[in-house]
């Protein structure tokens, strides 16, 4: 089936290919320049840090939802383990853990390996240099190797007075503009926008899945509308995520997961997904400063499309 119209004028508007040259697999990232990592360095008055990763367990937020995203299997391979032939106590032990796990179990990023569309990945590389044997040779998530800028808050569900937004709600442009509204804050160039639809409170109130799944359990997601795209595109973000599964609204508004296929491949904007923002919420709240310095570079495996991350804002 082909895509839609509404979908191919958005792809034209805010296609990012070759803008940083023909080879570039990092899309949105290069807007974080020097310059604006030194300006987001001014965003730390008192050195709170606040973590916005879920905890990686056996139990966690996946449970199974998608498949391959499994939780983290954690196993000991070593207990107290000596290096003394004679058994001696007093010396050197040791104890090593394995674990495996799907790599977007968790609070992750999408690199921009994840997406493709009509075969193709960012910046026109063919989809087909993503291989069952070495994964992503193009646009892999090694490519990120340092994401730190200024991040910014927009709790959207707080600006609209609600604990958490309904599923499925559809987050518009006017929706982020309210959220900025609220928190005084003005979205820059290289900036990392964290939305926030109130959704994991579920989580932390042992909801499990329903704090994506929505009322009925049936997949529905609060999150992105098409109309934040060229909202997205104009104030030049260096990435995006939000505190669902999906990150864009769903059911879809067009095609399917239509938000995903601008922002990966045509915009080459990295998504993060998961991201626990409910203590971030409180403490802007609490001192009205909606931004921070963020650090939240993911475990650079090679070849992979998506990655943990476990973001610290530092206010």
Known sequence: MPLSD?????SAQVRNWGRWGDDDQLGTLNLISPEVVRRAA???RH??????????????IQVGFIPGRDNPVRTMHAVNEGMDPDGDPDTFHTSDDHVSFGLQAGTHWDGLGHVSYSGLLYNGYDASTITAED?????????????????????????????????????????????????????????????????????????????????????????????????????????VANDTLVLE???????????????VVDMGLTQGQNWDLEALSDDCAADGVYEFFLAATPEP????????????AIK
């Open 47 to 60: 050195g709170r840090t606040i973590s916005l990763a879920v905890p990686l367990e056996h139990d966690g």
């Open 135 to 239: 994964g992503a040779t193009r646009c892999g998530i090694q490519n990120l190797q340092s994401v730190c800028s200024r991040g910014v808050l927009l709790d959207v569900a707080r600006a609209k007075g609600m604990d958490l937004l309904d599923c499925p709600y559809a987050i518009t442009a006017n929706d982020l503009e309210e959220a900025a509204a609220m928190g005084s804050v003005e979205v820059r160039a290289g900036d990392i926008v964290l939305v926030r639809t109130g959704r994991m409170s579920l989580y932390h109130s042992g909801g499990g899945m329903a704090y994506c799944l929505g009322p009925r359990q049936d997949g529905s997601n609060a999150g992105l509308s098409l109309s934040t795209v060229p909202w997205l595109h104009e104030h030049d973000v260096a990435a």
């Open 301 to 312: 495996f090679r070849g992979a499309v998506g990655s943990p991350v476990a973001p610290v």
């Open 6 to 10: 509404q979908f191919q004028e958005l």
């Open 249 to 263: 609204v769903y059911p879809s508004e067009v095609d399917n997961l239509a938000v995903h296929m601008l922002h």
């Open 42 to 44: 001014g965003c730390i």
